[in-house]
C-alpha cells in the first residue's frame, strides 16, 4: 500500500486545489461563480478567514487529492472542495482526507460542521454517513441556497 500524508495548504499547492476540483465539478456538474470564487483564490477565500485547505500526497503519484474546511457565521465550518483524482481511487485516499479535516475541524470546537452536496455523489454519500455525518432539514434550511447543485444537506452528528 502506498504511504498517503495529509499536508496543510502552501501557496504553491493551490494549483492542485483548483484543478482536482475543475475537475470532478466539471465531470459531474458545472462550475457555479461561487466555486470559481474559491477555486481561484483558496488563501483569501478559505485560508484567511480562519479556514484551511490540505492535500492527499502519495508517494510516486504526488497530490491526489484536497478538502477544505469554510468558515461561516455563527461559528460553522464548510466541509467542502473534497475531491480525489480517478488515478488514486481505491487508494482510501478519500477517507484518509475526511478524518483528517474532521479531526481538524473538531478541535476548532464549531457549533456545527456541515456539508452540502448532491444525490449522484451516492459514494461521496456513503463515506461521508460512514464517518458520522446524518442527513439534516436545519443544515438545508440554512444553507440551500449555496449551490444549484447541492440536494443533500448534512451535518456532523458526533458534535451535537
Known amino acids: 500500500m502506498r504511504k498517503v500524508e495529509i499536508v496543510p495548504f502552501r501557496a504553491e ?14 465531470a459531474m456538474f458545472s462550475m457555479e461563480p461561487l466555486d470559481r470564487a474559491i477555486l481561484e483564490d483558496p488563501q483569501g477565500y478559505i485560508v484567511d478567514p480562519g479556514g484551511q485547505v490540505w492535500f492527499a500526497v502519495v508517494d510516486g503519484l504526488g497530490v491526489v487529492g484536497t478538502c477544505a474546511l469554510l468558515r461561516h457565521e455563527g461559528n460553522a ?15 482510501k485516499v478519500g477517507e484518509k482526507l ?45 444553507y440551500a441556497n449555496e449551490y444549484e447543485r447541492s440536494n443533500v444537506y448534512m451535518r456532523y452528528a458526533p458534535l451535537t
Not at 13 to 26: G, K, M, P, R, V
Not at 115 to 138: D, S
Open 13 to 26: 499547492l493551490a494549483q492542485h486545489f483548483q484543478s482536482i476540483n475543475e475537475q470532478w465539478i466539471n
Open 77 to 91: 465550518l464548510e466541509l467542502t472542495k473534497m475531491g480525489v483524482l480517478e488515478s488514486a481511487r481505491g487508494l
Open 98 to 142: 475526511l478524518k483528517r479535516v474532521i479531526d481538524e475541524a473538531v478541535r476548532c470546537r464549531p457549533d456545527l460542521l456541515f456539508l452540502l452536496t448532491n444525490r449522484i455523489c451516492a459514494p461521496a454519500i456513503h463515506l461521508y454517513e460512514k464517518n458520522g455525518f446524518v442527513h439534516c432539514p436545519k443544515v438545508k434550511a440554512r
